[in-house]
């Protein structure tokens, strides 16, 4: 019953969420697009084998995907059971988040009791709320493992005391994360590689436990079997499988990595407990600030850092007890964890996007929690009456974490009621365009011809990459219209997806801002709907700002980006030759956005 209480009290604060984002309509864009039309295949002729698309490759034609298709499968249930709206896509979000609560709470009553729950609970209630409710709420890949990841850490931390009937959880929990976002890959295969040596340990030391240990080792090990058919058998199935081009990419990447010293610096970053405390905004809007390398000092992580070893020196010290060992196996856990960090960390290449080190925040919850068991297991060592002390303090422990608890999700829930769906300004110009586009494709404007005709998508974007014409495929698709994009753009909408424009009934084209122009002037193609995102004032900002991100890129020597303020708005501000205060206002104009219009035109208009 604490265990199912602590979990309502957890959740609570993503329920509410999810009723305010009940209304208005979501249409998702770009990634939570792909994610979706995945979703939907699942359980068809088209269930995929492997996970989204990633920045994997040298080129387009040549993208690769995060390992696994997992995460879709976890989200298909709640998606059909609420209706397959992308709403339906953001309860089973928080459907997954509140399992993995409720496994790592369970983890810990089996080491630790009532206390350990209600304590973990806490933790749980400062971390998530660190994270954020749009991080949390949002069916994004980063994302989804975050929880699956704390639970992991747990799970391995009870395999290597031994309790071997949580391989199985462990093995699951890893390859969750591992499948859904390939930086875990390294991390849950390090930590992974703890727990089997803890697992030979117990062999050695435990001859009259291996019969256990074999069957829960063999049950993990089918458990391992099942989950990864899919990629083995996209793998073995395509000319060119998506484990190769995973492989490919990380032993000969694009760009050198950023190397040790910057990895240890954003560990450090990462250990700043305050600024877990006051939280990570998930949010990026354009996610162009996500590319911002990580600002802060230091400092903080540097003293969390030598106040952690302090304590494992103390828990060593503590060994010959037997309530020591649960916390020395927990620092153990830690310290390959934090080890783990630093090489990942060190390893990633390009942009330093926010999100490559999220899981790094669990790392450092799980470490907040070692420092302070240590620290109460001290205090009754170390006392004058030790008994007194330690019976005394498990009572105040419980109240203290359980406060901690109802506070934090309280203040978790209030903001709740604030709760927005991820890039609401996209969500809002792709729906409005949507409507119009569908009833144009049912009337027969043009060469449509409702919903027996094939439709190809093309787009020309002036702002987000044509992050909206993902959405604008799986939206026709929801209202029953047979679409997809041409071959080029094969990986991204999957290979079902695929039309060429020879074969399609007519082509459906994406436009912003001064692409719109050009096809109001092709005489064969219709416009049937339009869309002025921005107030006059937002009109009149927006080229403000654009005249003053153009001549800073001219004082600057950045001609060649400058054409790319007008044609690929975000393609500019993600260069990292603009200077951060230039970014800065491209990135404004991004969140105003431009005027967008869809058209309807015979099957090959756009250029191949």
């Known amino acids: 019953m604490v265990v199912a209480g602590c979990v309502v009290v957890l959740v609570a604060p993503l329920v509410v969420a999810l009723v305010v984002l009940r209304q208005p309509t979501w249409f998702p864009v770009l990634d939570l697009a792909m994610t979706e039309l995945r979703v939907r295949d699942v359980g068809t002729a088209q269930t995929p084998l492997i996970g989204l698309p990633g920045r994997i490759g040298r080129t387009l034609a040549d993208q690769g995907s995060h390992p696994g298709p997992l995460s879709f499968y976890a989200l298909a249930p709640t998606y059909r059971l609420l209706g397959r709206s992308a709403w339906a896509l953001q309860a089973g979000t928080v459907a997954l988040h509140a399992v993995a609560v409720t496994v790592a709470l369970l983890i810990a ?3 630790g009791g009532t206390v350990l729950v209600v304590a973990m609970a806490a933790v749980l209630a400062l971390l998530m709320r660190g994270y954020g409710l749009e991080t949390l709420t949002e069916p994004w890949n980063p994302y989804m493992p975050l929880l699956w990841w704390f639970a992991f850490l747990l799970a391995v931390w009870s395999v290597v005391l031994g309790d071997v009937r949580l391989l199985p959880v462990a093995v699951f929990a890893a390859s969750f994360c591992a499948q859904t976002h390939v930086p875990y890959l390294a991390m849950t295969a390090g930590l992974g590689g703890l727990a089997v040596a803890a697992v030979a340990v117990w062999w050695q030391r435990r001859p009259d436990r291996r019969r256990e240990l074999v069957a829960w080792t063999g049950i993990a090990l089918a458990v391992g079997v099942v989950l990864w058919a899919p990629p083995v058998i996209d793998q073995l199935t395509e000319d060119r499988g998506n484990l190769t081009k995973l492989a490919e990419h990380f032993t000969d990447p694009p760009e050198e990595p950023v190397g040790v010293g910057k990895g240890v610096e954003l560990a450090l970053l990462h250990l700043d407990v305050a600024n877990l405390a006051s939280g990570q905004d998930g949010t990026t809007g354009s996610l162009v600030t996500a590319t911002a390398e990580p600002e802060g000092s230091v400092v903080p992580g540097l003293v969390l850092l030598v106040v952690w070893v302090g304590a494992v ?9 037997s309530d020591a060992e649960p916390i020395l196996a927990l620092h153990l856990v830690v310290a390959t964890g934090l080890a783990m960090g630093v090489i990942s960390m060190s390893r990633i290449f390009g942009d330093l996007w926010y999100y490559l080190m999220l899981w790094a925040w669990g790392v450092t919850a799980l470490l907040v929690v070692a420092v302070v068991w240590t620290a109460a297991l001290a205090v009754g060592t170390f006392g004058r009456d030790e008994s007194r002390i330690r019976n005394s303090s498990r009572p105040n422990v419980r109240h203290l974490a359980a406060g901690v608890l109802v506070v934090s999700s309280g203040l978790f829930a209030v903001d709740a009621t604030d709760a927005e769906a991820p890039a609401p300004r996209l969500s809002a110009t792709l729906g409005a365009v949507t409507g119009p586009t569908a009833k144009a494709l049912e009337d027969g404007v043009g060469p449509a011809s409702g919903r027996d005709g094939r439709y190809v998508v093309t787009w020309e974007d002036a702002l987000h990459i044509g992050s909206q014409a993902y959405g604008l495929v799986s939206e026709l698709e929801r209202r029953g219209f047979t679409v997809g994009m041409t071959r080029g753009l094969i990986v991204p909408n999957t290979k079902y997806r695929t039309i060429d424009p020879e074969d399609a009934t007519a082509e459906v084209h994406f436009a912003t801002g001064p692409y719109i122009e050009t096809w109001r002037a092709l005489p064969d193609a219709i416009e049937v709907a339009y869309v002025e995102p921005r107030t006059a004032a ?11 991100a153009v001549a800073r890129l001219e004082a600057d020597g950045l001609d060649d980006v400058v054409p790319l303020v007008d044609a690929n708005l975000f393609g500019a501000s993600i260069q990292r030759r603009v200077p951060s205060s ?22 090959g208009t756009t250029p191949s």
Do not use: C, Q, W
């Open 109 to 111: 009553r089996r080491r």
């Open 313 to 321: 020196l103390v828990a060593l010290r503590l060994r010959s007890r």
């Open 538 to 548: 937002e009109i009149r900002r927006f080229e403000e700002l654009r005249d003053e």
């Open 582 to 603: 230039t970014r800065e206002l491209l990135a404004e104009m991004l969140d105003l956005g431009l005027p967008t219009a869809v058209f309807v035109a015979p099957a």
